[in-house]
């Protein structure tokens, strides 16, 4: 079969940079604590791809803020912000890309005292862990869901006595 210029440009091109937004919602569990925080998020991502053949890999950030909390009386948990810079690597259908994305997280997590109204926030570092779908829409547009899973580190907080770290779910558009 000889491919015609007509149906060569009609396969889809991943490489090149990016930028978007996203919304999602999040859910998690904060250690030495019985509170499991969740609600909506949203921020924006950007990246750059490389594309070998059916091949894509590439390097995505991202700046998510949440509105993921929970109480547990007496103490209030909530995740308001957390990032990731990821590797990303998968395989392209045209315009349909699968990839699995592994890298560093990081993000604050709040206590926060419900008798007193004192809070005391700590940034922590983890990873990141995911799989998702993209597919492009038209040459500069493109539509994913992707599934992220987030360890953050334990930090000792003053305002409980004791250690505590987040790991959290994120599923967002």
Known sequence: VIATAASAQSIYNWQGPYVGANVGAQWGTVSNNPTRPSGVMGGAQGGFNWQTGQFVVGAETD???????????????????????????????????????????????????????????????GWALGTGAEIGLTRNWSAKAEYLYVDLSGRNYSLTGTTHSLATSLLRL
């Open 63 to 125: 700046l998510q803020f949440s509105s993921a909390n929970d109480v547990f009386s007496p103490w209030k948990f909530s995740n308001p912000w957390s990032g990731t810079l990821r590797g990303r690597a998968g395989v392209a259908f045209n315009s349909i890309l699968l990839y699995g994305t592994i890298g560093l997280a990081y993000g604050g997590l709040q206590a926060q005292s419900t008798t007193t109204g004192v809070s005391e926030t700590r940034t922590s570092f």
